[in-house]
């Protein structure tokens, strides 16, 4: 991981990073810019609900541990399907 953020620790920088991932792709689906059957989407999806679903855990946030979790058994769902279409 990069420098620290001041004032923020490791776990937070974390959640920040799963955080952007998610929001970022979601901004340019709706943008147009991204559209939800790509790769990218799917895989900043995952990978930033994974990140952030730890740091719930972490911290015990048991609704975020739900929201996240679901969040990223879709995001897995489709992402197979996305596998399985383009074999």
């Given at each position: 991981m990069s420098a620290?953020?001041?004032g923020l620790d490791p776990l937070q920088q974390v959640s920040l990073i799963g955080?952007?991932?998610?929001?970022?792709?979601y901004a340019l689906m709706q943008l147009g810019r991204l559209p939800t059957q790509s790769y990218p989407?799917?895989?900043a999806n995952v990978v930033g609900s994974l990140l952030m679903m730890v740091v719930a855990t972490v911290?015990?946030?048991y609704g975020f541990i739900l929201l996240e979790?679901?969040?990223c058994f879709t995001s897995v769902i489709g992402?197979?399907?996305?596998v399985r279409s383009r074999a």
């Open positions: 620290p953020v001041a955080a952007v991932m998610q929001l970022a792709v989407y799917q895989l911290n015990r946030e979790g679901v969040w992402l197979a399907r996305l």
